[in-house]
């Protein structure tokens, strides 16, 4: 580690950043050699602004995506939901439908086209912001397969084999107390669930009986304590398992259309 990054390294965990080391590594190598970029990602990420946001990347089933200010980071833990599709359609070369309600930086709808060659798929997501970040990504890893539409899911047509969302999960009230990461640098209608973090379920349970083929299946991300109630949530769909994460944290609610 060379003595600019010590220093930064240093100033980092000052500021109460548990993983200075490495984020003034990963700043230093995305400066490539610009001493005044890597003095103003250091600044950036003082500021608690996230790696990922400052280099634009986050790496998601292992391809990269663009990030940045006003799209969520895809997270480790929303894997999840591709690893249950596959064990939904291990084959993988079926003609699938595919939707992303929410598609963010379109990391799931991209990821599932990755894995399924032959489908096709729509993300929707309301916030242009975001929508920017998700037609980069489908363009440069999911070919002609995936479209990204600007849209509230509830404009969702079917019929679709497997429907993904990873909704705002957060109850409001719970937002002030999250990491200025998270917080601060985050979009809020990425998190805001309403009172209880539910009101998105609630309009999917509406939506999903309307756009799922029969017999498709649709892979909704939960956050940490809310699998209890999703058994009384979708009263017109069967509630197929809850699957972890790698954390043994119930992550991923399978529904199947009856
Ligand atoms: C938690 S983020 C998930 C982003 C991405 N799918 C992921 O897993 O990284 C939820 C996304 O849903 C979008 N969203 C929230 N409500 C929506 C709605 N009613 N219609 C379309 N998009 C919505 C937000 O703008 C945000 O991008």
Same mark, same amino acid.
């Given at each position: 580690?060379?003595?600019?990054? %010590? +220093?930064?390294? #240093?100033?980092l965990?000052?500021?109460?950043i548990?993983? =200075?080391?490495?984020?003034?590594?990963?700043?230093?190598?995305?400066?490539?050699?610009?001493?005044?970029?890597f003095? *103003?990602?250091?600044?950036?990420? /003082?500021?608690?602004?996230?790696?990922?946001?400052i280099t634009?990347? #986050?790496?998601f089933?292992? &391809?990269?995506?663009? @990030?940045?200010?006003?799209? %969520?980071?895809?997270?480790?833990?929303?894997?999840?939901?591709?690893?249950?599709?596959?064990?939904?359609?291990?084959?993988?070369?079926?003609?699938?439908?595919? =939707?992303?309600?929410?598609?963010?930086?379109? *990391?799931? &709808? $991209?990821?599932?086209?990755?894995?399924?060659?032959?489908?096709?798929g729509?993300?929707?997501?309301?916030?242009?912001?975001?929508?920017?970040? +998700?037609?980069?990504?489908?363009?440069?890893?999911?070919?002609?397969?995936?479209?990204?539409?600007? +849209?509230?899911?509830?404009? *969702?047509?079917?019929?679709?084999? %497997?429907?993904?969302?990873?909704?705002?999960?957060?109850?409001?009230a719970?937002?002030?107390? %999250?990491?200025?990461?998270?917080?601060?640098?985050?979009?809020?209608a990425? &998190?805001?669930?309403? =009172?209880?973090?539910?009101? =998105?379920?609630?309009?999917?349970?509406?939506?999903?009986?309307?756009? /799922?083929?029969?017999?498709?299946?649709?892979? &909704?991300?939960?956050?940490?304590?809310?699998?209890? @109630?999703?058994?009384?949530?979708f009263?017109?769909?069967?509630l @197929?398992r809850?699957?972890?994460? /790698?954390s043994?944290?119930?992550?991923? $609610?399978?529904? #199947? +259309?009856?």
């Amino acid at each position: 580690m060379n003595d600019a990054v %010590l +220093a930064a390294a #240093k100033m980092l965990a000052a500021a109460g950043i548990d993983s =200075a080391r490495l984020d003034a590594r990963l700043l230093f190598e995305h400066a490539q050699g610009d001493s005044a970029a890597f003095a *103003a990602g250091i600044a950036r990420r /003082l500021n608690r602004e996230p790696v990922a946001a400052i280099t634009g990347v #986050k790496e998601f089933w292992s &391809l990269d995506f663009a @990030v940045g200010p006003g799209v %969520l980071i895809p997270r480790p833990d929303t894997e999840t939901l591709i690893e249950q599709a596959l064990v939904l359609y291990p084959g993988r070369n079926a003609p699938l439908r595919l =939707a992303d309600l929410g598609t963010g930086s379109g *990391a799931i &709808l $991209v990821a599932a086209l990755h894995e399924f060659p032959h489908a096709t798929g729509i993300g929707f997501e309301a916030s242009p912001q975001a929508l920017a970040y +998700a037609a980069r990504n489908a363009a440069r890893h999911a070919g002609g397969r995936a479209e990204i539409r600007l +849209a509230d899911w509830d404009e *969702a047509e079917g019929p679709f084999d %497997l429907v993904f969302s990873n909704p705002p999960y957060i109850p409001a009230a719970e937002i002030a107390a %999250l990491q200025p990461e998270v917080r601060d640098h985050e979009p809020r209608a990425a &998190l805001d669930g309403g =009172a209880d973090g539910l009101d =998105a379920y609630r309009s999917l349970a509406w939506l999903l009986p309307r756009i /799922l083929a029969p017999g498709g299946h649709a892979l &909704l991300e939960i956050g940490a304590g809310q699998a209890a @109630v999703m058994a009384g949530l979708f009263p017109g769909l069967e509630l @197929v398992r809850i699957a972890p994460d /790698l954390s043994r944290i119930p992550r991923c $609610v399978v529904l #199947k +259309a009856r």
